[in-house]
């Protein structure tokens, strides 16, 4: 089946620092990825639909200047988090929807983001 | 706007037990209908995924059904196992669009 990678699986940081997040198709392209939210006992909450080779587009209510994201090739798309405040704590998970086939996402393991 | 319900939010049964979870959505112009499930910490395994020009999905002992008119799918769990425990969600795209709405999810617990 399609594979999605996610690193780190874990980062922890400080407040005012950025962090990236890297969400790789390890066996298909994928010109559409997606990033999710998911806040302890919450259901998973889409931020931004990330497309290859232009801007993301971000949900209401995400702030696309804090949360930066890049899809520089069809295999690889990359959030970064900037001026990370503890309240940006959360579980990131994105997912890649293949080029072929039917309009199936594929999910990565997740990022657990802690800031102090 | 697509808004996605599961009930019940958690379900303990005992081994061997066939169960059944259930999830609403509003919007009956869903292009898909997947069913997830998450282990504690973890990212999300696609159970099955059932388009719209389709009515239900099997794999195993699972089998999910989508009946677009009356609002709801089911994900159907046969002869449950205690590696069967995990959070269930349940995702319906919005509109024609690709965007996944989902559920809060069913937390399982198969007792040995």
Known sequence: GAVVSQHPSR???????????????????ATTM????????????LMATSNEGSKATYEQGVEKDKFLINHASLTLSTLTVTSAHP???????CSARSDRGINEQYFGPGTRLTVT | KQEVTQIPAALSVPEGENLVLNCSFTDSAIYNLQWFRQDPGKGLTSL????????????????????????????????????DSATYLCAGSQGGSEKLVFGKGTKLTVNP
């Open chain 1, 11 to 29: 980062v922890i940081c400080k407040s005012g620092t950025s962090v990236k997040i890297e969400c790789r198709s390890l066996d298909f392209q």
């Open chain 1, 34 to 45: 997606f990033w999710y939210r998911q806040f302890p006992k919450k259901s998973l909450m």
């Open chain 2, 48 to 83: 099955l995924l059932i388009q719209s020009s389709q009515r239900e999905q099997t794999s195993g002992r699972l089998n999910a059904s989508l009946d677009k008119s009356s609002g709801r799918s089911t994900l159907y769990i046969a002869a449950s196992q205690p590696g």
């Open chain 1, 87 to 93: 309240e940006d704590s959360s579980f990131y998970i």
